[in-house]
Nanobody, 122 residues
Framework: VQLQAFGGGLVQTGGSLRLSCAASGSTSTINGMEWYRQAPGKQRDMVAG???????KYADSVKGRFTISRDNAKTNVYLQMNSLKPEDTAVYYC?????????????????WGQGTLVTVSS
């Protein structure tokens, strides 16, 4: 699976951005789709995720401000970010976990996009 993320940029505090991530390749194996972020000097943390069944989950820090969604084909995942704060500044990565059912067993994997920079100015 290949992932291409885009939509980052510079925005002022209180502004909005919408990130998009397009998946290609063996997309039929995709289960969950997530957005992570990594600020300078910090670890990469999950921001939001959406399960194969469409159930969303969010980090406490973004609840009520960010919304994750995906298309019906489950090949595109989006992150609508509202009321942005300077502490949201980070490189945002889309990620998917896959499960490939083969005759000799299931093989799971995780794939990452290249990251898109979001900068929120104060």
């Amino acid at each position: 699976v290949q992932l291409q993320a885009f939509g980052g940029g510079l925005v002022q505090t209180g502004g909005s951005l919408r990130l998009s991530c397009a998946a290609s390749g063996s997309t039929s194996t995709i289960n969950g789709m997530e957005w992570y972020r990594q600020a300078p000097g910090k670890q990469r943390d999950m921001v939001a995720g959406i399960s194969r069944g469409g159930n969303p989950k969010y980090a406490d820090s973004v609840k009520g401000r960010f919304t994750i969604s995906r298309d019906n084909a489950k090949t595109n995942v989006y992150l609508q970010m509202n009321s942005l704060k300077p502490e949201d500044t980070a490189v945002y990565y889309c990620s998917v976990d896959t499960m490939d059912f083969k005759p000799d067993g299931a093989v799971g994997a995780r794939y990452w996009g290249q990251g898109t920079l979001v900068t929120v100015s104060s």
